[in-house]
């Protein structure tokens, strides 16, 4: 399952349905800058470094692709506890990285001193994080295990960083013994969570069980194949589900898609579709769209159709869900991006391979009619308003694959299948 726009498309829902009928739930790239939301029997979850399917107590991993914040992981591991659910069906990969203190100041320092051309991030220390993996500097969940490799890792780190953070940002360095205490108790706490997730997603598959792997973050926000430099630092897109897990290609089946039925995009960054004037505050508003990470305000767009064909294609997307059609009910037109126009005046269904002619694209709208009546009591897709039908039927020819979902609201069952 991946996220088909910007990120928010409601994935956390999604995959907590998709979770009642899995019996193991990976996250495989990304760590505490998801916001998952999903409400489910009369509660509501945010959750940020844990998989979504923990709500519905399935079994799920946090595999090698995923960066993980140790306190944020053990306040979520505490939460579940408090609900009355067994932190022990999660388990964490030891090939995935760690966020340590200074990815957090480092991301911060660097979003100040870019300052208007800064990226937007969730300052959670995710670049840093991934930066310090790929520069093989990076400190691996697995180094908890062994205090003397942890020490001596953490202090060949803070010989560089503590440099950086001076002399480049001006931040105050970390002390080693400070950091070493407050890690010693992390590891300790953390060590009976950790497991070869690789084998278990295997074993899994090879005894005919149903894996689910739940995309964080975004198709457009994918490191090689979104809008960058305005992406995270790691790959959302399907094919990431196989390096991140551990797993061949060849074991993914299908792959969901999820889109809201218009856009929104937190940080900075092109966005032909986005809304001028005060709809995009409307929207806004009736769609609840502020960070669950952040509570930064999202910004509002109609459906990018050229958007999502692209997506289509990065993922091979096989099916999509439309989520939270009910917000659109309040608006009489309902203005879709078709095409995009670009630079010379041509038009072309197909995503710019160049960001010039991303950054000066503009939409070629099609107006579709609005249904201007309440989605509530929709129980069935037959119960749809007829221009509802319509607005998915729309989507589904424009982009040649099948919806097989749609949301009507916040609440688990609100998905007409
Ligand atoms: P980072 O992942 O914190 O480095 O942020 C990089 C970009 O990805 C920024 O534009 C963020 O707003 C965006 N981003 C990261 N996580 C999410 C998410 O869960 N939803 C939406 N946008 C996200």
């Known amino acids: ?26 996250r495989y790239q990304g760590g505490p800058n998801a916001g998952h939301t999903i409400v489910a029997g009369g509660e509501t979850w ?71 051309l800064q990226i937007g991030t969730t300052r959670r220390g995710i ?48 002390d080693l013994d400070d950091i070493w205490a407050d890690m010693e108790v992390l590891a300790h706490r953390l060590a009976p969570f950790v497991g070869d997730t690789s084998l278990l997603v295997h074993d899994a598959l090879g005894t005919g069980k149903n894996v689910l792997f739940e995309g964080a973050q975004a198709t457009m926000l994918d490191l090689d194949h979104g809008t960058y430099p305005f992406v995270t630092s790691s790959n959302p897109i399907a094919s990431g589900a196989a390096t991140g897990v551990g797993i061949g290609p060849t074991r993914i089946d299908r792959v969901l898609g999820v889109s809201k039925a218009y856009v929104t995009r937190v940080g900075e960054g092109p966005f032909p579709s986005e809304i001028e004037g005060p709809q995009q505050a409307q929207l806004r508003e009736l769609g609840g769209e502020f960070g669950t990470v952040t509570g930064r305000e999202r910004r509002c767009g109609w459906l990018d159709l050229v958007a999502l064909r692209y997506a289509v294609r990065v993922n091979g997307m096989t099916s999509l869900a439309l989520t ?77 694959v099948p919806i097989e979902l749609v949301g009507v609201g916040a609440a688990r069952d609100s998905v007409l299948a």
């Open 127 to 174: 670049g840093p994080a991934y930066a310090d993996k790929a520069s093989r500097l990076g400190i691996r969940v697995q180094d908890l295990l062994d205090p003397k490799i942890l020490r001596q890792k953490i202090r060949l780190a803070l010989d560089e960083k503590n440099l950086w953070l001076e002399r480049v940002y001006e931040a105050e360095p970390f």
């Open 46 to 116: 945010k959750l940020r470094q844990l998989p979504s399917g923990v709500v519905s107590r399935t079994p799920s991993v946090i595999g090698a692709g995923c960066v993980v914040d140790p306190q944020v992981l053990l306040d979520e591991l505490e939460l579940l506890r408090e609900r009355g659910i067994d932190p022990g069906i999660v388990t964490v990969s030891g090939n995935a990285h760690l966020i340590m203190p200074w990815h957090l100041t480092i991301d911060q320092a660097s979003e100040r001193r870019l300052g208007k």
């Open 324 to 400: 939270k059609l009910d917000v659109l009910s309040a608006f009489d037109e309902l203005p879709v991006c078709v095409r995009y126009r670009v630079r010379g005046g041509d038009e072309t269904p197909h995503f710019p391979a160049h960001q010039s002619d991303f950054h000066h694209a503009d939409p070629v709208w099609e107006v579709l009619e609005g249904w201007a009546q309440p989605l509530d009591g929709c129980t069935s897709v037959a119960d749809l308003p007829p221009a509802a039908r319509a607005y998915v039927e729309f989507v589904e020819r424009e982009l040649d």
């Open 1 to 26: 399952m991946v996220g088909a726009q910007w990120g928010d498309e409601g994935k956390g829902k999604i995959v907590d349905l998709l979770a009642q009928e899995s019996d193991v739930v990976c």
